[in-house]
């Protein structure tokens, strides 16, 4: 199977960056795409960037221009650099990724698999 693992989490201030990085491990055939959620509480679960193996990305309006994500295909690693952070962003992050994993000789499935959080707290 697949496992997500995420590090880069912590308190921060206004202001700061933080770098977050998820790394994918399994029986790995391709990653369609990696994407970071993130949930405050009391909201819903959102999408803040998300980007494919074409390296086309995509961002939340509430973090464009401040965060950007990048992967390292040759390390199945999917980061997000986090800047001008203000406590807005104050939530749990997790990675979601796309992966087509293999079932045997020649096949492959795609499922889809998410990663246990990691806490990115902004307050001064």
């Known amino acids: 199977q697949v496992q997500l693992v995420e590090s880069g989490g912590g308190l921060v201030q206004p202001g700061g960056s933080l770098r977050l990085s998820c790394a994918a491990s399994?029986?790995?055939?391709?990653?369609?795409?990696m994407d970071w959620y993130r949930q405050a509480p009391g909201h819903q679960r959102e999408l803040v960037a998300r980007i494919t193996s074409a390296v086309i990305t995509d961002y939340a309006d509430s973090v464009k221009g401040r965060f950007t994500i990048s992967r390292d295909n040759a390390r199945n690693t999917v980061y997000l650099q986090m800047n001008s952070l203000k406590p807005e962003d104050t939530a749990v992050y997790y990675c979601?990724?796309?992966?087509?994993?293999?079932?045997?000789?020649?096949?492959?499935?795609?499922?889809?698999?998410w990663g246990q959080g990691t806490q990115v707290t902004v307050s001064s």
């Open positions: 979601h990724a796309d992966i087509e994993v293999r079932t045997g000789v020649a096949g492959t499935v795609l499922g889809d698999y």
């Open positions: 399994g029986s790995i055939f391709n990653i369609v795409a």
